[in-house]
Every structure is written in structure tokens, then in C-alpha cells.
């Protein structure tokens, strides 16, 4: 089974940066699609996904983050960043690590046709 594990939230000030990380481990290595949702306190979880990436589709953003955020990788570490700059408050959510088997999920962005899902982790942008 495939694990997914985020790391490197936090707080920090608003215009500042944060850089999360999601090692994936188990099952047949890396998901084929990878991709950042975010759930702020109170609400359901974004149905789109922030950024996704795959061989096949490419890296793709949601309208709101473009320009701001990054999805990259490293594949020899089976890791996928998010790398986040001029942070707003706005922007304070719990972010999700997910992972897809094909590269559908992440054409698509949609959450509910992924597979697997990390734990989440607390991002807080303060004014």
C-alpha cells in the first residue's frame, strides 16, 4: 500500500514562503500522478487540487495559486514539493498530499478519482 507523508508546514508571516514536501513509500514506488489539495479549518476540502503533476499531464494549477505556487520533484527521492511564495492568510489551510494510479486524477484534478491520500499538514499565513 502506498504511503504518502507530508512535511514542512508551519507559520509564517504573510509574503513569506513555505516549501512542503511529500515523500511517497510502499506499494510500487511513486504514484504515477501527485498532487496538493488544501482544506481550510471549518470548510470541506478544496474538490480541486491546488497543482498536480505527471509525466503524462504535465504540472497544472488552480487559478487562484498560479504564479505563486510550484509543484516539482525528485524522483530518485519519490518526493513531490510544493513550493509556495507570497503566502496570504487566505492561503492558511491544511494541506494534502495525493496521489494517483494513472495519470486521470491529475488531467482531471478532481479529488474524488484519487487513490491515496497523506495525513495532512497545518499551513498558517498570519497578517
Known amino acids: 500500500q502506498v504511503q504518502l507523508v507530508e512535511s514542512g508546514g508551519g507559520s509564517v508571516q504573510a509574503g513569506g514562503s513555505l516549501r512542503l514536501s511529500c515523500a511517497a513509500s510502499g506499494g510500487a514506488g511513486r504514484p504515477y500522478c501527485l498532487a496538493w489539495f488544501r482544506q481550510v479549518e471549518g470548510e470541506d476540502r478544496e474538490e480541486y487540487a491546488l497543482?498536480?503533476?505527471?509525466?503524462?499531464?504535465?504540472?497544472r494549477y488552480a487559478e487562484s495559486i498560479k504564479g505563486r505556487f510550484i509543484i516539482t520533484e525528485d524522483a530518485a527521492k519519490n518526493t513531490v514539493y510544493l513550493e509556495m511564495e507570497n503566502l496570504k492568510p487566505e492561503d492558511s489551510a491544511k494541506y494534502y498530499c495525493?496521489?494517483?494510479?494513472?495519470?486521470?486524477?491529475?488531467?482531471?484534478?478532481?479529488?474524488?478519482?484519487?487513490?491515496?491520500w497523506g495525513q495532512g499538514i497545518q499551513v498558517t499565513v498570519s497578517s
Open positions: 495525493a496521489g494517483g494510479r494513472t495519470y486521470y486524477p491529475c488531467g482531471s484534478r478532481i479529488q474524488r478519482f484519487f487513490d491515496y
Open positions: 497543482a498536480s503533476l505527471s509525466a503524462t499531464t504535465g504540472a
